[in-house]
């Protein structure tokens, strides 16, 4: 199974300021045929379901703010907040889809 | 825009079989542009994909659960249901329903998802 490790497990952010989140991955999840991470970032609140926000790495859902941004290749990935706001309170995970079994990271929460 | 409901018991005693149905509106359960997939979670696993049905019949299940999985498909109530067999207290968890893109043999990532529902296992 593709293993992946998120970092850190918590992060406590001051309103406006900057957040990352690592993503590490036990083995490349990089396509090369056609240079595809076949990576997603998902935002889940409290009694919610989680809400896909990147896909391909790097690629923002539709709707989603451009505060939020990804990164990354290979096997290293980053899922960065430019400017925290209060709705952005929430636990971020990161989820593999190049092999099955799909696995999910264990999950960042982010406070102000 | 495709919502997903869960429907079924919320409690099952142990050693039992965890029977969800997951509700589709919005779209076609045959459509050969989207897969349906079970995901749970529960405070000591995290986020684990159960398994993963596209069209009907081909069906990817996680290893871990592959011999308790059953996932199929009612096109006439455009439903997509779970079995999970002979279920012990680990198996307590919110289990979710959920969709994405079938592109040219690609599963792509985890689009919409259901609200969940918890299914505690106790006598």
């Known amino acids: 199974d593709i293993v992946l490790t998120q970092s850190p497990d918590s992060l406590a952010v001051s309103l406006g300021a900057r957040a990352t989140i690592n993503c590490k991955s036990s083995?490349?999840?990089?396509?090369?045929?056609?240079?595809?991470?076949?990576l997603a970032w998902y935002q889940q609140k409290p009694g919610q379901p989680p809400k896909v926000l990147i896909y391909?790495?790097?690629t923002r859902e539709s709707g989603v703010p451009d505060r939020f941004s990804g990164g990354g290749s290979g096997r290293d990935f980053t899922l960065t907040i430019s400017s925290l706001q209060a709705e952005d309170v929430a636990v971020y995970y990161c989820?593999?889809?190049?092999?099955?079994?799909?696995?999910f990271g264990q999950g960042t929460k982010v406070e102000i | 825009q495709l919502q997903l409901r869960e429907s079924g018991p919320g409690l099952v005693k142990p050693s039992e079989t965890l029977s969800l149905t997951c509700t589709v509106s919005?779209?076609?359960?045959?459509?050969?542009?989207?897969?349906w997939a079970w995901i749970r979670q529960s405070p000591g696993k995290g986020l684990e994909w159960i398994g993963t049905?596209?069209?009907?019949?081909?069906?990817y299940y996680n290893p871990s659960l592959n011999s308790r999985v059953t996932m199929s498909v009612d096109t006439s109530k455009n439903q997509v249901s779970l079995k999970l067999g002979s279920v012990t207290a680990t198996d307590t968890a919110v289990y979710f329903c959920?969709?994405?893109?079938?592109?040219?043999?690609?599963?792509?990532?985890?689009?919409?998802w259901g609200q969940g529902i918890l299914v505690t296992v106790s006598s």
């Open positions: 989820q593999q889809y190049y092999h099955t079994p799909w696995t």
């Open positions: 049905m596209y069209y009907i019949g081909v069906t």
């Open positions: 959920a969709t994405g893109t079938h592109d040219n043999g690609d599963y792509l990532h985890f689009a919409s």
């Open positions: 083995q490349t999840i990089l396509y090369s045929t056609n240079n595809k991470n076949y």
């Open positions: 391909w790495a790097s």
């Open positions: 919005g779209g076609s359960i045959s459509s050969t542009d989207h897969y």
